[in-house]
């Protein structure tokens, strides 16, 4: 199994921490806890052609919300020439359980969309659905 590169995005320590420990199996965990940061990383990664396989980012953050971190990250895609095919994998996992968010997350073209509370089956359930992880 290839071993994935993954960014975990969150302004919640907990959080982060608790989304690597699931994730840690599948490959290497980067954690950011502010958006800017975060898209600069994801920027270096490009350039270095090294994207990201893998990207949990909260929507409720201070400074840059998720929203914005997320369009950030597709257009830098677009910037780099990343093929539609190839881009990374950004699922969006937040508290916020709201029509106006999931839709302003799938205008910013989201993989996925995860409601929390989170569990470790539910997440895996759904990076197995999306084919990012295999079954066990």
């Given at each position: 199994?290839?071993?994935?590169?993954?960014?975990?995005?969150?302004?919640?320590?907990?959080?982060?921490?608790?989304?690597?420990?699931?994730?840690?199996?599948?490959?290497?965990?980067?954690?950011?806890?502010?958006?800017?940061?975060?898209?600069?990383?994801?920027?270096?990664?490009?350039?270095?052609?090294?994207?990201?396989?893998?990207?949990?980012?909260?929507?409720?953050?201070?400074?840059?919300?998720?929203?914005?971190?997320?369009?950030?990250?597709?257009?830098?895609?677009?910037?780099y020439g990343?093929?539609?095919?190839?881009?990374?994998?950004?699922?969006?996992?937040?508290?916020?359980?709201?029509?106006?968010?999931?839709?302003?997350?799938?205008?910013?073209?989201?993989?996925?969309?995860?409601?929390?509370?989170?569990?470790?089956?539910?997440l895996l359930?759904?990076?197995?659905?999306?084919?990012?992880i295999e079954?066990?």
């Amino acid at each position: 199994m290839k071993k994935l590169k993954i960014m975990v995005v969150d302004d919640d320590e907990t959080s982060v921490e608790m989304i690597c420990a699931i994730l840690s199996k599948y490959g290497t965990c980067d954690k950011y806890y502010e958006g800017l940061k975060a898209v600069n990383a994801f920027e270096r990664s490009l350039e270095e052609n090294k994207p990201y396989d893998l990207v949990t980012l909260d929507l409720a953050m201070p400074e840059m919300n998720g929203i914005e971190v997320l369009a950030g990250m597709r257009d830098l895609e677009l910037d780099y020439g990343v093929d539609l095919l190839d881009q990374s994998n950004i699922i969006m996992i937040t508290i916020l359980n709201e029509p106006i968010a999931y839709n302003a997350a799938q205008a910013a073209e989201c993989t996925d969309y995860i409601v929390k509370p989170l569990n470790k089956e539910r997440l895996l359930n759904r990076l197995r659905i999306l084919g990012i992880i295999e079954e066990d």
